[in-house]
């Protein structure tokens, strides 16, 4: 009589080992958003490392298994020459990188005068501005 009850106990426990796994092995293959208090971070990251820009927009991110992707829009002053926003992304980039590891991140500069945002870049709409 106890025979077959373990042996339902022992396949149950099996099958739900078994749905762990399938299920984190899915996730890790799917992409993903960054979870919004990773979102947060983030964004905060850029408003405090962003000093010459003008503002970001347009940010997106996804996780794929380890790897963290990352693009957004940076608005900086028509004159600026491309030195000093190259420096600006190398310092954005350098910030991320220090704070998500293994994160590829996409700058699109954008001189002022042509600038436009196709997504809001914070949950409350608007632009990410620096920290000034």
Same mark, same amino acid.
């Given at each position: 009589v106890l025979d077959p009850l373990f042996?339902?106990?022992?396949?149950?426990?099996?099958?739900?080992?078994?749905? !762990? #796994?399938?299920? %984190? %092995?899915?996730? !890790?293959?799917?992409?993903?958003?960054?979870?919004?208090?990773?979102?947060?971070?983030?964004e905060t990251l850029l408003q405090d490392n962003?000093?010459?820009a003008i503002e970001a927009h347009d940010l997106r991110t996804r996780r794929a298994s380890?790897?963290?992707?990352?693009?957004?829009?940076?608005v900086v002053p028509? !004159?600026?020459s491309v030195r000093a926003s190259h420096d600006i992304c190398d310092r954005l980039e350098g910030a991320i990188q220090g704070e998500f590891g293994n994160a590829l991140?996409? #700058?699109h500069v954008e001189p =002022?005068? =042509?600038?436009h945002g196709d997504m809001d870049s914070v949950a409350g709409g608007g632009p990410i501005t620096t920290n000034r």
């Amino acid at each position: 009589v106890l025979d077959p009850l373990f042996a339902i106990l022992v396949a149950l426990n099996i099958l739900r080992i078994g749905v !762990g #796994i399938v299920g %984190s %092995s899915v996730a !890790g293959l799917m992409d993903a958003a960054l979870p919004p208090e990773e979102r947060q971070h983030l964004e905060t990251l850029l408003q405090d490392n962003m000093q010459g820009a003008i503002e970001a927009h347009d940010l997106r991110t996804r996780r794929a298994s380890d790897r963290v992707f990352i693009e957004f829009h940076l608005v900086v002053p028509g !004159g600026m020459s491309v030195r000093a926003s190259h420096d600006i992304c190398d310092r954005l980039e350098g910030a991320i990188q220090g704070e998500f590891g293994n994160a590829l991140v996409t #700058i699109h500069v954008e001189p =002022e005068d =042509e600038a436009h945002g196709d997504m809001d870049s914070v949950a409350g709409g608007g632009p990410i501005t620096t920290n000034r």
